[in-house]
């Protein structure tokens, strides 16, 4: 565990280097310059002196990617050395991504691995490793700690498999989290299929079909005394998806696990938000199930009647997120929200377009989507505007329905997925709304900067950053 301190120059002192440093024979070497130059330290990887108690870390240059893969390499370094308590003297310009770098890189995910008596003794024996970042604020020090904490939470329940996680269980956590002593001025309400149907939410249902368990809308509220501006986040949160009738192959379907991940990240985000107390009106909507199969599953060729009312044709049952989320969405805009912003896993065209670790960023309004691109790209979360099409919106056109589910080409999937959900708002939302798709970064089976293999949380942080400049105005 690492814990963030503002005590001053305790324990082993971490001193960042640069190439130009050892050239320079900058100050901050001076004590072991030498020694340095003898064991020919060329500012990479990491050198620990025992004579001063000062690792050295080697750094390319003072980029959030450097100071990210510094902060990992320092704390394992610390831990294999033992060392319970460090400090750093850093520009106040790095204490904030350095501080995000140690916490959310010490992060593991073990909850179902086996511990022998060894490692229980070695795991019981450990102690928190405590890190001072010296400019760093201690308001600055808890707000990071905060949301690091809730980003952990969101990769526990993405990483939590769908034996567990089903979706009564994603639906009571959020509302047990709502429950939780500390939270204040928040509500949750859960809507199962009685709800839905009353709700006249047809696609949403067809998806829910042949699941052995209800479907969900969780909507919770954060409402303080006197808010700003009033915030709607809405998240996909398929527990699991085979991909329906339209199967997906074996390969495809390992990781299906984490297509909950935007229903999870709002509901991070949600209580990040409500902890920090910020001056907004935020409401977090998830549509919560599964896409099973089974005598009851939806099929190809079914057309669904939507809440908005509008009629859709079925061709693929595995672009079902979309579908959840045109009724979330509906529903979201009866709130008369200032602006609207849903995040899901929505397509592997995304991924293709932008790679694995980049949300594609889509909607009508520019300054909206150029906001929350800023936002991300401040928290080092990556993320890039997709742009709209419509020649691509007439590739959703259906002889038999209002729009199809999918699109009649193989080609800007991302984009006619978001296209597809803009079927469903209405025309004064146009210029409100804004959908994320984090189907590349949400989970990576591989390391990635300071996400493990496995769930990353990404854009919780983005989320907050850009409520926080929104209600700034």
């Known amino acids: 565990m690492i814990e963030l301190t503002n005590i001053k120059n305790e324990g082993v002192q971490i001193v960042l280097v640069t190439k130009a440093d050892l050239d320079s024979g900058a100050k901050s070497l001076s004590k072991d310059l030498e020694l340095l130059k003898e064991f020919n330290f060329k500012a990479k990887g990491s050198f620990f002196s025992q004579q001063s108690k000062t690792l050295y870390i080697g750094i390319k240059d003072f980029s959030p990617n450097s ?108 509302r047990d989290r709502s429950l939780e002593r500390g939270v204040k001025n928040v509500t949750c309400n859960l809507y199962d299929n009685d709800f839905l149907e009353s709700k006249n939410m047809g696609a949403f249902l067809a998806v829910n079909q042949a699941s052995n368990f209800p479907a969900y809308l969780a909507h919770l509220i954060y409402k303080p005394t006197r808010p700003k501006k009033k915030v709607v986040l809405v998240g996909k949160g398929l527990v699991y998806d085979t991909g329906g009738l339209s199967l997906k192959p074996a390969d495809y379907m390992t990781t299906m ?27 977090a909507i998830m549509g919560i199930t599964d896409n099973a199969i089974g005598k009851n599953a939806y099929r190809p060729d079914d057309v669904l009647v939507s809440k908005e009312g509008k009629t859709i044709e079925v061709k693929n049952t595995d672009a079902e997120g979309r579908l959840v989320l045109a009724d979330c969405l509906s529903y979201a805009q009866d709130l008369e929200a200032d602006v609207i912003l849903d995040f899901a896993t929505l397509t592997g065209a995304c991924v293709v377009a932008l790679g694995e670790y980049t949300s594609g960023v889509m909607g009508f309004n ?108």
Request: hydrophobic residues 40%; proline residues 3%.
């Open 67 to 174: 100071l990210e893969e510094a902060a990992l390499s320092a704390v394992n370094t610390l831990r294999e050395l033992g060392v319970k308590s460090a400090f750093i003297d850093v520009d106040d310009a790095y204490s904030q991504i350095l501080a995000y770098a140690f916490l959310l890189g010490s992060y593991k995910f073990d909850r179902f691995k086996s511990k022998d008596s060894k490692s229980k003794d070695k795991e019981e024996g450990d102690e928190t490793l405590s890190i001072s970042i010296k400019n760093a604020s201690p308001s600055l020090l808890d707000e990071v700690s905060l949301i690091s904490k809730e980003v952990c939470f969101v990769r526990d329940l993405v990483n939590t498999p769908p034996n567990i996680a089903n979706s009564t269980y994603l639906a009571y956590v959020a």
């Open 366 to 473: 520019e300054d909206l989507k150029a906001s929350f691109v800023k936002a991300s790209l401040e928290m080092n979360e990556l993320a890039h505007t997709l742009p709209f099409n419509p020649h691509l919106k007439k590739l959703l056109e259906s002889k038999i329905a209002d729009v199809s589910n999918i699109s009649s080409s193989r080609y800007g999937g991302a984009i006619t997925a978001g296209l597809f959900l803009s079927e469903f708002i209405r025309d004064e939302y146009k210029d409100k709304w804004v959908h994320v798709d984090i189907a590349g970064p949400a989970y990576v089976e591989k390391t990635w900067s300071v996400n493990p293999s496995g769930a990353s949380g990404t854009a919780l942080r983005s989320i907050v950053n850009f409520v926080k400049h929104y209600i700034k105005g």
């Open 257 to 283: 696990k984490a297509d909950k991940a935007g229903a999870c990240t709002v509901l991070g985000a949600f209580f990040a938000i409500a902890k920090l107390g910020l001056d907004v009106e935020l409401h």
